[in-house]
């Protein structure tokens, strides 16, 4: 598996974690690690949720496809200027 570069793959990958022990194809260890995924996918949509709120009270906007490590917010006429 590659290492994520976006919200939605990180997502992706905790979930493929975490089913794995769901499905006992992990051992009680790797379980917990699973269980730590889970958490840190719950602070993820959670830290998303708060950044797109916080886009909106300030009327900025964010990118659909945001890369881990990449300015959050686009003010709007910067997002008109690029055609975002």
Do not use: W
């Not at 089913?19 to 992990?26: H, L």
């Not at 699973?34 to 602070?43: F, P, Q």
Request: aromatic letters at 2%; zero cysteines.
């Amino acid at each position: 598996m590659k290492a994520p570069k976006t919200m939605p793959e990180l997502r992706d990958a905790l979930a493929h974690i975490m089913a794995g022990a769901i499905n006992g194809d992990v051992k009680m260890d790797e379980g917990r690690l699973a269980l730590n995924a889970a958490t840190r996918i719950i602070e993820s949509v959670q830290a998303e949720t708060r950044a797109r709120a916080l886009a909106y009270a300030t009327s900025q906007t964010i990118k659909p496809e945001m890369p881990l490590t990449s300015q959050i917010f686009t003010s709007q006429k910067e997002a008109i200027e690029n055609g975002t």
